[in-house]
């Protein structure tokens, strides 16, 4: 096993012999340590629950982190262009989903923002999501207590909500899906 040179443009067969957890996206590897804080943790687990219970007994299923996402020009997925572990994923094509991961575009990606992670969610991530049809993709910034939503238009992250701590964080795609802020930062 071994680590990614970092000035070598990267393939999937690069990336399966690699310790650790690392994602590629456009040939570059990105290292998913150190580990995150409690309060990335915390807010995961209150986005997991929420997610959770909306999608109980519906065709759509969460997953989170470490959990691979493979995206492909390639529709069979035995090399993928880019793989990504988003903080929470949910799918709702079951077909897609293998022992390894989850083959393709979820509809929902959320990603809590780290120092060492927040420059890659908000532009290579946001670019790729936009690319491969990512109907819906959040970025939370505990930082700043607040929730960016963007939504797919004609192929492109047109539609954004900037939600803030009092609000009321609404799906655009799952129109019924909304989740407190208030319960995101409960911790602090």
């Known amino acids: ?9 990267h393939t999937y067969q690069d990336w399966l012999t690699w310790d650790g957890t690392w994602e590629l996206i456009n040939g570059k590897a990105y290292n998913m340590s150190p580990a995150p804080t409690s309060l990335h943790q915390f807010i995961v687990g209150e986005i997991n ?11 759509c299923y969460v997953f989170v982190a470490p959990f691979d996402v493979f995206f492909s020009e390639d529709k069979d997925y035995e090399s993928p262009d880019h793989i990504t572990q988003p903080d929470l994923s949910v799918v709702c094509s079951k ?11 979820p ?8 120092p060492s992670t927040a420059l890659n969610d908000f532009n290579e991530k946001f670019n790729l999501y936009q690319k491969y049809g990512v109907q819906e993709y959040w970025i939370i910034d505990p930082g700043n ?13 047109t539609i954004r909500h900037l939600y803030t701590e009092q609000e009321t964080i609404q799906s655009i795609v799952f129109k019924d899906l909304q ?3 208030n319960s995101l930062f409960s911790l602090e």
């Open 1 to 9: 096993m071994l680590n990614p040179d970092g000035k070598k443009i």
């Open 49 to 59: 629950f929420a997610l959770g219970t909306f999608f109980q007994n519906r065709n």
């Open 95 to 105: 077909d897609q989903i293998s022992k390894n991961g989850y083959h393709g575009s």
């Open 107 to 114: 509809v929902l990606i959320i990603e809590v923002l780290s």
């Open 145 to 157: 207590r607040t929730v960016h939503v963007y939504a797919l238009q004609d192929g492109r992250y």
């Open 179 to 181: 989740v407190p802020m």
